[in-house]
């Protein structure tokens, strides 16, 4: 079993910073690319950033010079550091990964989401 969780959600102001992390676990043989996704109750699921096994990101227009996705391939962990927060920003922020449980079987999996509230 592979399991995706996210933390680090929350309560933040207009021009704040959140960072979140998601953790994958269980029988992982090869963590491909990941990414996080959002979703509010009037929009579909929507893209936010991702980033490759070898570090190549790539960013919605929303996210580009406000939000950095990174990883950390030795924790099986991606990040989503997000600053200038906007209203606009508050939804169900989700992880997703690309995981090769054994060679040449390869599955994505997403995470449970975590809630992020911009308000003032």
């Known amino acids: 079993q592979v399991q995706l969780v996210e933390s680090g959600g929350g309560l933040v102001q207009p021009g704040g910073s959140l960072r979140l992390s998601c953790a994958a676990s269980?029988?992982?043989?090869?963590?491909?690319?990941m990414g996080w996704y959002r979703q509010t109750p009037e929009k579909q699921r929507e893209l936010v950033a991702t980033i490759t096994s070898g570090g190549s990101t790539a960013y919605a227009n929303s996210a580009k010079d406000r939000f950095t996705i990174s990883r950390d391939n030795a924790k099986n962990t991606v990040y989503l550091q997000m600053n200038s927060l906007k209203f606009e920003d508050t939804a169900v922020y989700y992880c997703?990964?690309?995981?090769?449980?054994?060679?040449?079987?390869?599955?994505?999996?997403w995470g449970q989401g975590t809630q992020v509230t911009v308000s003032s």
């Open positions: 997703k990964a690309d995981i090769e449980i054994r060679i040449g079987s390869s599955w994505n999996y």
């Open positions: 269980g029988s992982i043989f090869r963590l491909n690319a």
